[in-house]
C-alpha cells in the first residue's frame, strides 16, 4: 500500500525538506560557535550544527528516494 504524503501530514514543499535549508541552519550555527571561547556552550553548538547536517542528509534522501507523485515507495514506508 502506498501512501501519499499530503495524507499522513507531510508537506514536501515545505523549507522543512529542503537540504540547504538545513546545511544553512549548520552553517550559522557553526559561526556562532566560532564566536565564543572553547568550552561547554561552543561544544553545545557545534553538536547542534552536526544535527543540522543530519537533517540536511535526510532531506536529500527523502527528495532522492520519494517518487515523482509525492508518494514514497512501499518498502520506504
Not at 20 to 41: F, I, M, N, Q, V
Not at 58 to 67: E, F, K, L, S, V
Request: proline letters at 5%; zero cysteines; hydrophobic letters at 35%.
Amino acid at each position: 500500500m502506498i501512501y501519499e504524503l499530503h495524507a499522513i501530514g507531510m508537506n514536501p514543499k515545505s523549507k522543512l525538506y529542503q537540504p540547504e535549508h538545513w546545511r544553512s541552519r549548520a552553517e550559522a550555527t557553526r559561526k556562532k560557535a566560532e564566536a565564543l571561547a572553547d568550552g561547554k556552550p561552543r561544544d553545545r553548538l557545534l553538536k547542534i550544527a552536526m544535527e543540522y547536517d543530519k537533517l540536511a542528509r535526510r532531506a536529500h534522501a527523502w527528495q532522492t528516494h520519494r517518487n515523482e507523485d509525492d508518494t514514497w515507495p512501499e518498502q520506504e514506508l
